[in-house]
């Protein structure tokens, strides 16, 4: 299920800010999802059934964290037809590797190229002038990606380069077990999906509309974490682990990470030194707990990770595609604010495309792995 949109001609209008020159821009955006939609007060009834569990336990257990995490609805690759042709899925330590990397493939390959698609298509140029592909899946640390289709871009000078990632819990999907906890978790808080963007330097005038220009990228890798984050690939699938101090832990160390970055982009800025607040945010949401710790920590304004919070609402945490979506939700929200803007007779404009015209966008991954972005709004 794709969602089409064409954002290009109504941002054409409200773009005020040049491009730097020799710096990557995202200039399209696209995404997709299966077919399935899973409203998340029915999930854990569905889950239990479809796994034959029926231990009341788990079951409340499900259903609280269900609530807790803020989601909505997410979309889903499994199936009734999934379930009814491969029941080992469901079936304790049995081997299925093979079964699941078939579904995953079929499932994967066909909402990426409707992602990309949609990005060619809002991007308004011919897919023969896509230069390079940048492929994503599984990844789990969210911004190499970025960073790669960033690099691409900026070393091959006239390039475009596709970056498509794809994701589904497919691979992990297994029963709920007393002993694992924090199975429930993912099966509480995960989703299917696919992300698209378009990146390239020197944007053309009339032809093509920077969003977002990246402008630096960096990461950092925090000692004895190695455990709180853990994905084991097995005979069953994917063995993925959670650590309950994951929060704590981003909380207790992003505020060195994002001084880092402040200070970076504060001298690409060139004006003053750029606070917290100046700042915009897109921020991977990897579950509200993180987005609270790091709104504590900051102390930044509710409205800050809005975008981060409405994409969790909407499709969950979909791994390396959800820092796409923030993005792209943060230009329509940009676009719904000059749409207001012009409609305001008396001129009383909010000038948030100005007072937040750099920005972080920041992620979290096995390791614990902090990526960091220095982005800067165009619109």
Same mark, same amino acid.
């Given at each position: 299920?794709?969602?089409?949109?064409?954002?290009?001609?109504?941002?054409?209008?409200?773009?005020?800010?040049?491009?730097?020159?020799?710096?990557?821009?995202?200039?399209?955006?696209?995404?997709?999802?299966?077919?399935?939609?899973?409203?998340?007060?029915?999930?854990?009834?569905?889950?239990?059934?479809?796994?034959?569990?029926?231990?009341?336990?788990?079951?409340?257990?499900?259903?609280?964290?269900?609530?807790?995490?803020?989601?909505?609805?997410?979309?889903?690759?499994?199936?009734?037809?999934?379930?009814?042709?491969?029941?080992?899925?469901?079936?304790?330590?049995?081997?299925?590797?093979?079964?699941?990397?078939?579904?995953?493939?079929?499932?994967?390959?066909?909402?990426?190229?409707?992602?990309?698609?949609?990005?060619?298509?809002?991007?308004?140029?011919?897919?023969?002038?896509?230069?390079?592909?940048?492929?994503?899946?599984?990844?789990?640390?969210?911004?190499?990606?970025?960073?790669?289709?960033?690099?691409?871009?900026?070393?091959?000078?006239?390039?475009?380069?596709?970056?498509?990632?794809?994701?589904?819990?497919?691979?992990?999907?297994?029963?709920?077990?007393?002993?694992?906890?924090?199975?429930?978790?993912?099966?509480?808080?995960?989703?299917?999906?696919?992300?698209?963007?378009?990146?390239?330097?020197?944007?053309?005038?009339?032809?093509?509309?920077?969003?977002?220009?990246?402008?630096?990228?960096?990461?950092?890798?925090?000692? #004895?974490? /190695? !455990?709180?984050?853990?994905?084991?690939?097995?005979?069953?699938? =994917?063995? %993925?682990?959670? &650590?309950?101090?994951?929060?704590?832990?981003?909380?207790?160390?992003?505020?060195?990470?994002?001084?880092?970055?402040?200070?970076?982009?504060?001298?690409?800025?060139?004006?003053?030194?750029?606070?917290?607040?100046?700042?915009?945010?897109?921020?991977?949401?990897?579950?509200?707990?993180?987005?609270?710790?790091?709104?504590?920590?900051?102390?930044?304004?509710?409205?800050?990770?809005?975008?981060?919070?409405?994409?969790?609402?909407?499709?969950?945490?979909?791994?390396?595609?959800?820092?796409?979506?923030?993005?792209?939700?943060?230009?329509?929200?940009?676009?719904?604010?000059?749409?207001?803007?012009?409609?305001?007779?008396?001129? #009383?404009? /909010? !000038?948030?495309?100005?007072?937040?015209?750099?920005?972080?966008? =920041?992620? %979290?991954?096995? &390791?614990?792995?902090?990526?960091?972005?220095?982005?800067?709004?165009?619109?």
């Amino acid at each position: 299920m794709s969602t089409p949109t064409n954002m290009s001609n109504g941002y054409a209008k409200a773009h005020e800010l040049k491009p730097t020159q020799g710096k990557a821009a995202i200039l399209a955006f696209g995404k997709a999802f299966p077919r399935i939609e899973v409203k998340q007060e029915y999930l854990a009834e569905g889950y239990l059934r479809d796994t034959n569990c029926d231990d009341p336990v788990l079951k409340a257990k499900l259903e609280r964290l269900c609530k807790s995490t803020t989601v909505k609805t997410r979309y889903v690759v499994m199936s009734p037809e999934i379930l009814a042709k491969y029941p080992e899925l469901t079936v304790e330590g049995a081997t299925s590797i093979r079964q699941r990397l078939e579904i995953s493939n079929e499932a994967v390959t066909e909402i990426g190229v409707e992602a990309a698609k949609q990005a060619i298509s809002e991007w308004g140029r011919p897919a023969s002038q896509i230069t390079h592909l940048v492929y994503v899946t599984s990844s789990e640390i969210r911004l190499p990606g970025l960073r790669v289709a960033k690099d691409l871009a900026e070393n091959n000078p006239g390039s475009r380069v596709l970056l498509v990632t794809t994701e589904t819990t497919i691979i992990g999907y297994r029963p709920p077990n007393p002993s694992r906890p924090y199975d429930l978790v993912g099966a509480a808080l995960f989703g299917d999906g696919a992300a698209a963007a378009i990146l390239g330097t020197h944007p053309s005038p009339h032809l093509e509309t920077p969003f977002f220009e990246l402008h630096w990228a960096g990461q950092s890798f925090l000692p #004895n974490t /190695d !455990h709180t984050i853990v994905g084991n690939l097995t005979e069953e699938g =994917l063995i %993925f682990h959670l &650590g309950r101090d994951l929060p704590k832990i981003i909380e207790d160390n992003i505020e060195a990470f994002c001084n880092k970055l402040i200070g970076v982009a504060s001298s690409h800025n060139g004006k003053q030194e750029l606070q917290y607040k100046d700042l915009f945010w897109a921020v991977h949401p990897g579950g509200p707990a993180i987005l609270n710790a790091l709104e504590k920590k900051l102390d930044l304004p509710p409205e800050k990770l809005q975008c981060s919070r409405e994409v969790l609402m909407d499709y969950g945490n979909v791994s390396s595609n959800t820092i796409v979506y923030v993005l792209d939700y943060m230009r329509h929200k940009v676009a719904s604010n000059h749409k207001l803007n012009h409609k305001t007779v008396n001129n #009383n404009v /909010d !000038h948030a495309s100005h007072t937040d015209e750099w920005g972080l966008i =920041l992620a %979290f991954g096995p &390791g614990i792995t902090f990526e960091g972005l220095v982005a800067r709004k165009l619109v």
